[in-house]
């Protein structure tokens, strides 16, 4: 028995954003979720305190949004149950009322036309949606009325904002800015100014972070204070920052990050709930769900019981937290906790889940300082073909949770092993900054390691060894490919594959971003040539399978295309399958199953194993 892609495309991804409403009758609690089965769109799910559970987006509405095209917070629950979003199709801002009868339709509250929005946020007292807008490369923070009156600028400061929120008196705002060529982990600043009575900041000043701290989220106490997720110490910590000047306090001295990478403006890995705080905190192995009290410092975890990780989104009301976790063998699933006892239940729709026999049971290891999650091929005695997985970001990590598409490959005999290589985020700023101006090094020789480690400890056959990942994965599945010996061939999802012309294409958020990962422009341009898998495509170890969407504007196809023209000229086996309709990652279920398929089908051919069931996969160029 196998996993079958189906699975894989039906409990794909999970909710991004939640939110928790008190109200009188008990806590609301509203989240997004995927939904591959109707075209990827992302649905808002609204469940009552009496347990009943309903869509509260129509059919054919899709809550994303473009903001520095990875989406930044798209919906907000408004008061009696109505609903302000963003659209996916046309990027417009829409309000829904709540209706006991025949289904409302959405009413847009912005014009037609260029604009984003993203990061919404509706601050207490005010008729009004918040925003980040974006028009080509310039964002500034706007007020959208609910009624749909003209929209107002609050502030413009820098390049990048995120994170607005209003002073419980209603007289400041805070927000979090940066400029290129920072990335928000790099450095940022947390900026205070006062309100005007007709709602325009006023000159700012900066009360914590810089271009080397980070600031990943900030909340108000009180007028006087604010709590701020930020990194002096190399840890994301929670930390009380005084507007008066005197110094800020880290409420949690600990070698633990209380923060993320702010990929998607409007992470909340902490919420106010009255005198206390709900954090979300640990490392990529192990992330918790505590309460933080924040005069005494004490932290107590309310989440392990059930979940062993809890993902970047948590929101309080009524006593009650709603927070995202999942285990090994449980999918990222809506949980609603009790802040006293700790006690919580499962709220969202359970997933249909193939028999517990299938999943894989990890296994974290470090190997030569590098960390790496290990999943167990199904059936193999001895030595066994093994997949190493490469996340994206590469600013990001893979944290051990319930994943089909691993399980998929394990239930086959096929083994993975996750690295989390030096510049993933979960182990503090340190281990993220290995990677700084070394990315298609540092990366590479990590998963080089693991690999070879597996081959030591005589679990891994050193000829079926394959590495696989997508976008910055992408990138280092092919760099590893063209620079080192250790790989028979490479599945590459939407991949970077030259980096300066990809630094030329691709969007604003992260035009800049490889002056960090690889070097400024012009300075070190031979960085830029030697690391190149494009430019260097004549030394690749074995094939590579390119799949890439369309419509992907992070990554533009050109660069697969390119990529394996010169595989081609050099006589390597290559394919590259393109998928109409899909961006930066796949939402649809077709595409989502073919790519699993397509992607067995390479295995097959390249560990020479049998692979019944998926549709026969043809390489081109010599054998």
Request: glycine share 12%.
């Amino acid at each position: 028995m196998s996993i079958r892609p189906i699975d894989v495309a039906r409990t794909d991804g999970g909710p991004q954003w939640v939110e928790a409403v008190a109200t009188p009758e008990g806590v609301e609690v509203w989240w997004d979720e995927p939904r591959p089965h109707e075209g990827g769109r992302r649905c808002v799910v609204r469940r009552l305190p009496d347990g009943s559970r309903a869509d509260a987006l129509p059919p054919g509405w899709n809550a994303r949004n473009r903001l520095v095209e990875y989406g930044g917070r798209s919906w907000r629950p408004l008061p009696g149950g109505g609903l302000v979003f963003t659209n996916w199709s046309d990027q417009r801002l829409y309000r829904l009322d709540a209706s006991s009868g025949k289904a409302a339709e959405p009413v847009a509250l912005t014009p037609e036309g260029p604009a984003r929005y993203g990061d919404l946020y509706l601050p207490p007292g005010r008729a009004e949606v918040w925003a980040v807008r974006e028009i080509d490369d310039a964002r500034d923070l706007v007020a959208v009325p609910l009624d749909g009156g003209p929209l107002r600028v609050v502030a413009r400061a820098h390049h990048f904002l995120m994170n607005p929120r209003l002073s419980p008196g209603g007289t400041q705002i805070a927000w979090i800015g940066w400029n290129h060529p920072n990335m928000p982990w790099d450095g940022t600043e947390l900026c205070v100014a006062p309100l005007s009575p007709d709602g325009v900041a006023g000159p700012h000043r900066v009360v914590a972070g810089g271009p080397e701290e980070s600031v990943a989220q900030a909340e108000w106490r009180d007028d006087g204070s604010l709590y701020a997720v930020t990194d002096p110490t190399g840890w994301w910590n929670v930390h009380l920052v005084h507007l008066d000047g005197s110094p800020s306090r880290n409420l949690t001295p600990l070698d633990l990050e209380f923060g993320a990478a702010a990929w998607k403006p409007g992470l909340a890995c902490l919420a106010p709930a009255g005198e206390s705080l709900v954090v979300v905190y640990g490392t990529a192995d192990h992330r918790r769900l505590g309460v933080l009290d924040p005069e005494t410092g004490g932290l107590r975890e309310i989440g392990g019981d059930g979940h062993t990780y809890w993902a970047s989104t948590v929101s309080a009301a009524g006593g009650r937290a709603a927070a995202v976790g999942a285990t090994p063998y449980t999918p990222l699933e809506v949980a609603l906790v009790d802040l006293g006892t700790g006690g919580h239940e499962v709220v969202s729709a359970p997933k249909s889940l193939p028999d517990r026999a299938l999943l894989p049971t990890p296994e974290a290891v470090t190997v030569e300082g590098v960390h790496a999650h290990l999943y167990p091929p199904a059936g193999v005695a001895g030595p066994a073909p093994y997949v190493i997985f490469v996340h994206g970001g590469p600013t990001g990590n893979q944290p051990v949770v319930l994943d089909l598409e691993i399980a998929y490959f394990t239930s086959r005999g096929i083994g993975v092993a996750v690295v989390n290589y030096g510049g993933s985020t979960g182990y503090g700023r340190a281990y993220r900054e290995r990677l700084r101006h070394q990315w298609g090094v540092v990366d590479v020789h990590d998963c080089a390691k693991v690999a070879r480690g597996l081959v030591q400890l005589g679990r891994a056959d050193a000829a079926r060894i394959a590495i696989r990942g997508g976008s910055a994965g992408g990138w280092t599945t092919v760099a590893a490919l063209v620079h080192s010996d250790v790989f028979a061939g490479g599945v590459a999802h939407y991949a970077i594959t030259d980096p300066e012309s990809w630094a030329a294409e691709t969007h604003d958020f992260e035009s800049r971003y490889l002056d960090g990962l690889v070097g400024p422009l012009p300075e070190t341009r031979q960085r830029y040539t030697d690391r190149s898998p494009l430019l260097n495509a004549a030394r690749a170890s074995g094939p590579c399978l390119m799949l890439h969407g369309l419509e992907d504007a992070i990554v533009d196809v050109g660069q697969a295309e390119r990529f394996t023209a010169e595989l081609d000229k050099h006589g390597k086996q290559w394919a590259l399958l393109t998928f109409a309709g899909e961006q930066h990652g796949w939402r649809r279920e077709e595409t989502i199953v073919a790519v699993l398929e397509a992607e067995l089908a390479f295995y097959g051919l390249i560990f020479d194993l049998e692979t019944p069931g998926v549709p026969p996969l043809t390489l081109k160029g010599r054998a």
